[in-house]
């Protein structure tokens, strides 16, 4: 045997493939299977029922009746994402508000400090200047 594979014929595969094989003998055995395969597709279809049948109509309102359930449901779920969307928003509206205030606060209470020191280093250089004041007039009434 050469590298090769020896090829065999898809008509000749053995039932081990799992493939299947001609059954047909010739031609018009083939033909009349086609055929009948033809007319039981146009059988099925004929069987199906009307359109009117109690049947088919009760399948279609089920089918309505869960379709417009899962329509209430897809809006109550999409609702609440709204609602819960704007509770976040109003949250974060009002903790970024809280941070404003605080801040604003915050800059009060820091101006007033700063005010305080310089009244209290206002205070100190009137103190200091009083006692200056006080030495020179001292030295001052010594000298007299």
């Known amino acids: 045997m050469s590298g090769t594979p020896q090829r065999i014929p898809f008509n000749h595969l053995s039932k081990e493939d799992g493939m299947p094989r001609f059954t047909d003998k010739d031609i018009s055995e083939s033909r009349a299977t086609a055929a009948s395969a033809r007319k039981a597709m146009v059988e099925r279809f004929r069987a199906r029922p009307a359109e009117d049948d109690p049947a088919v109509v009760e399948r279609k ?65 009137a103190e200091q200047k009083a006692a200056r004041d006080s030495r020179y007039a001292a030295r001052q009434a010594r000298r007299r």
Request: charged share 50%; proline share 0%.
């Open 61 to 125: 309102a089920a089918r309505l009746a869960v379709s417009q359930a899962r329509e209430a449901r897809i809006a109550a779920r999409e609702a609440d994402r709204r609602a819960e969307t704007e509770r976040q928003a109003a949250e974060l509206k009002v903790r970024e508000e809280e941070a404003a205030r605080m801040a604003l606060e915050q800059a009060e209470r820091e101006k007033m400090e700063r005010r305080a020191e310089g009244d209290r280093a206002l205070d100190l250089l």
